[in-house]
């Protein structure tokens, strides 16, 4: 990609970031690589313009922990999660919204979108409560 084209490709925070039911990312036309949020480039291969993905909406979790330090819009203590969408694309981190039980690795989950306004803008909740 020259200077050029590169100057005209959208930076990371003016890509969409989900589409108001799911993630929406990249993935390489070449090699198949994901990424969250969307690349301008290929992380893995180079390629200019990897192409807007929208991502599955479930997954598993992969692992969590619970955080005691508040952020703004983000009250402690909380459940960040790690977990691996289903139909193979990028691992992503999010907060985990249970009903009060503890979250267990490997449940399955859903992505919530939040309002464009609201923090986080997305999490996700475990599959049995999901609705």
């Known amino acids: 990609m020259g200077l050029n084209a590169a100057l005209k490709v959208p930076t990371t925070a003016e890509r969409p ?3 108001g039911h799911a993630l929406v990312g990249s993935r390489c036309g070449q090699c198949g690589a994901t990424s969250f949020p969307a690349r301008a480039v290929c992380h893995r291969c180079g390629t200019a313009a990897p192409a807007e993905h929208t ?6 979790l992969l692992t969590y922990t619970t955080v005691h330090v508040p952020r703004p819009g983000l009250p402690a203590p909380y ?7 289903d139909d193979g694309g990028p691992m992503v981190f999010g907060q985990v919204r249970t009903d009060g039980t503890e979250p267990e690795a490997g449940m399955a989950v ?4 939040g309002a464009p306004s609201e923090t986080p803008r ?3 909740v475990p599959e049995r409560f999901a609705g």
């Open 17 to 19: 970031r989900d589409n």
């Open 122 to 124: 997305y999490w996700f």
């Open 55 to 60: 991502f599955a909406a479930t997954g598993v």
């Open 79 to 85: 459940t960040l999660g790690q977990i691996a969408l």
């Open 110 to 113: 859903r992505v919530r979108i």
